[in-house]
């Protein structure tokens, strides 16, 4: 097992090295190791092997007391170990004072020894038995106090919202803490922790975290996902209800926009769809497609038949009676018919063009009417 400690943490120099041995020489009379007493029940002592033992396993011996008691030395009961090597040592912690030693891997030869204050190096546990008390928008935590004197340990709260991301802290004398200003509406997740001062410690170490609760107004959850309350058949049935509705009245609209499109901005249509043999048979060579298309034409004219016109010529004796018979009738006219008459008989009445036929001409009238 390891322990991973604080970014902060201390890293205690051991001295007292024997200068005749050619070891505590090379480790020019340092070595750095690090003490976690928890819960002033288990002592944990590490060392960084691989830089000040590399290829050579050590020994450890410990005992509690000062040096008057004289007490037996212990030799580590349970090793940490890293890449292969002791790096470490667990054992039971049996009083305030603590005497430690470094020996080869037989135990015969001590490489250095070190006294320290297991006290000022305790980790507390966990708080117990916690309690949460709702008032308003006030809470008020509580826990038992430990075995340790509770002078020397602080209790820290963190809460974090439903719609928060960082935790928020506060920090109180043990073994109680008090927050306000908590939405009746929102779910809060809560943690608590000990923390040892440095007023008792060398090292401001603290607890692993308690269980995380979930509370909203006052009442206990399994998380903030419960608290939400299903939706009821009528609701489902009214929520697609109206999704159908929506979805027509949107195909509608498109519908209708569409048409007022099409009518605004009619649709250009694609010349390459109506010249389709301009782009296929010629790719896009005008000219060859226009010839080719007047010899098509040309094939498939209609071919007019000219009807000969045939005028029967009249003789001078038949113009001669047709003359006499229209002095005739003249003569019994009065002046004023005869000036009409002889107006619209003589000229022709007013025409817009002229159309030839061989060498003959006829004029043409505002409707488009040949006049003889």
């Known amino acids: 097992m390891g322990l991973v400690l ?66 037996a030395w212990k030799q580590c009961p349970n090793y940490i170990l890293d890449q292969g090597y002791n790096s470490g040592c667990l054992f039971k912690t049996e009083g305030p004072t603590l005497n430690i030693s470094f020996k080869d891997k037989n135990g015969t030869e001590e490489l250095f020894d070190y006294m320290l204050k297991s006290d000022f190096f305790i980790k507390p546990n966990p708080p117990e038995n916690i309690t949460f008390h709702w008032k308003g928008d006030r809470v008020t935590i509580e826990c038992n106090k430990p075995k340790t004197p509770a002078r020397c340990l602080q209790l820290e709260l963190q809460y974090i919202s439903e719609y928060e991301e960082e935790w928020q802290s506060r920090k109180s004398a043990c073994c109680k803490v008090e927050e306000q200003g908590f939405d009746p509406e929102k779910c809060y997740s809560f943690r608590v922790r000990l923390e040892r001062t440095l007023d ?51 195909q509608i609209f498109v519908c209708k926009c569409q048409r007022f499109q099409k009518s605004v901005m009619p649709v250009i249509p694609d010349p390459k769809h109506i010249f389709s043999d301009l782009f296929n048979d010629h790719n896009g060579n005008f000219q060859e497609w226009i010839d080719k298309t007047d010899n098509a034409m040309g094939q498939t004219k209609m071919e007019y038949v000219e009807h000969e016109c045939i005028i029967e ?22 002046e004023r018919d005869y000036l009409s008459s002889a107006h619209n008989t003589c000229l022709p009445p007013a025409a817009s063009d002229t159309v030839s036929f061989r060498s003959f001409k006829f004029c043409m009238n505002e409707d488009k009417y040949v006049i003889l």
Not at 6 to 15: E, K, M, Q
Not at 222 to 248: F, G
């Open 200 to 250: 008792c410690n060398r090292i401001p170490y603290a607890s692993e975290w308690a269980e995380v609760t979930v509370w909203r107004n006052g009442s206990l959850l399994d998380s903030c996902a419960d608290d939400i309350k299903p939706l009821s058949d009528n609701v489902i049935l009214l929520i697609s209800v109206l999704a159908v509705l929506v979805i027509l009245l949107v």
């Open 6 to 71: 604080p970014a902060h943490a201390a890293i205690f120099i051991l001295g007292n090295l024997v200068a005749s041995q050619p070891l505590a020489q090379s480790l020019k009379e340092t070595i750095k190791i690090t003490p976690v007493n928890f819960n002033g029940e288990r002592m944990q002592i590490t060392w960084v092997a691989k830089d000040y033992f590399p290829d050579r396993t050590v020994t450890f011996f410990y005992r509690f007391g000062t040096a008057l008691q004289n007490r």
């Open 313 to 334: 010529e009249r003789t001078e004796q038949e113009d001669e009676k047709e003359a006499s018979e229209k002095l005739c009738e003249l003569s019994n006219m009065n």
